[in-house]
């Protein structure tokens, strides 16, 4: 139980600092929240690509283009 309040704080803090520079945030507005973890996803594919590209060497072309 304790685990899982623990991976919620993580959850809640992790969105917390990213997404819309409005003037307003509105906690309970969904478009609010959506701009957030899209901006957290993003960042995410991003950290993949990356990965991708420095650890493995990948390219990013797809295979079509080769």
Known sequence: MFRRILLLGALAL???PVGCMSRRPVLWSWPHW???????????H???M???RIVLDADERPLEDL
Do not use: P, S
């Open 14 to 16: 992790m969105l917390a």
């Open 34 to 44: 959506k701009r957030k973890i899209n901006v957290v996803l993003e960042d995410f």
């Open 46 to 48: 991003q950290a993949h």
């Open 50 to 52: 990356d990965f991708d």
